[in-house]
């Protein structure tokens, strides 16, 4: 029986086919960055994680992974120069952890409070005197602010991806990032939904069910939009797509323009507010 322990450099395959050494450099730096964003995730109760990297000329950072649930997965930008007011840069630059905070963060109590915007958290990923990048997660303004556990717990991991990406720099592997990100579900980073909602997103406890059905919503409305020609149907779809899933009783479409304030549209429900 095959040792699951045993790397595949030291178990070569027996199908007649040789592994691809370029294949496995990029499945090992995959391996890590995994390994990483999912401790991040869990340890720091974040409900997304990601590892951004240099390019290989230090230009800026690119995201290489990220990990968690929607839609908070799609938060996190893609690309970043070093200068950048990026919590994932201002680590890099600073070489110490740095926090994008709401400084009053929302009471988890308060009715009717979303869980947005966002709060960052980030460390660099620097090893042997070499730069790799940054550790960053994402949570819900709802959570509080960053304690000093949370901010060592992630410097642990950002600091053990750091020696595990050095190991595999000293043998010649690349590490960079891709053109693209590589998104991966991470389970129990969703945030549980709240009690006293009446609004059903998704299936509770099913990992990314109210992230992913937001989405829909809202890649709906971008279709039902680009076919809109009156006033009406933009009323209509902003109706269909957003009071419904939000549970909304009210909608105004407004415009500035002018110096004044124009109500192009608007909808409300029995029972509405003035």
Not at 44 to 52: D, E, G, K, P, S
Not at 137 to 159: F, H, K, P, W
Not at 242 to 271: C, H, I
Request: hydrophobic share 45%; glycine share 10%; charged share 20%.
């Amino acid at each position: 029986m095959d040792d699951p322990s045993v790397s595949d450099a030291e178990n070569p395959r027996t199908d007649g086919q040789e592994r691809d050494p370029a294949a496995a450099a990029v499945g090992e730096v995959t391996a890590v960055l995994h390994r990483a964003v999912h401790q991040a995730a869990h340890r720091l109760r974040a409900v997304a994680a990601a590892v951004y990297l240099l390019t290989p000329d230090e230009g800026e950072l690119r995201a290489a992974m990220i990990g968690g649930s929607p839609p908070a997965v799609l938060m996190l930008p893609g690309r970043m120069s070093l200068d950048s007011s990026y919590a994932s840069a201002r680590a890099l630059a600073t070489g110490k952890a740095a926090f994008l905070a709401d400084p009053d963060p929302l009471d988890a109590s308060e009715p009717g409070a979303l869980p947005y915007p966002y709060t960052a958290a980030s460390v660099p990923v620097t090893a042997r005197g070499r730069r790799f990048g940054s550790l960053t997660v994402l949570r819900t303004e709802n959570r509080g602010v960053y304690s000093d556990v949370d901010s060592r717990r992630l410097a642990r991991i950002g600091d053990r991806l750091a020696g595990l990406l050095a190991a595999l720099h000293d043998r010649g592997v690349p590490v960079a990032p891709g053109d693209l990100p590589v998104l991966i579900p991470v389970f129990g980073t969703e945030p549980p939904a709240e009690r006293a909602d009446p609004v059903a997103r998704g299936v509770p406890g099913v990992p990314g069910s109210a992230g992913m059905s937001l989405l829909y919503a809202l890649q709906r409305l971008t279709d039902m939009l680009n076919r809109a020609t009156t006033m009406e149907h933009v009323v209509g779809a902003a109706e269909l797509c957003v009071m419904a899933p939000l549970g909304a009783r009210a909608l105004a479409l407004a415009s500035a323009a002018e110096g004044r304030m124009w109500v192009l549209g608007q909808r409300r429900l029995l029972g509405a507010g003035p």
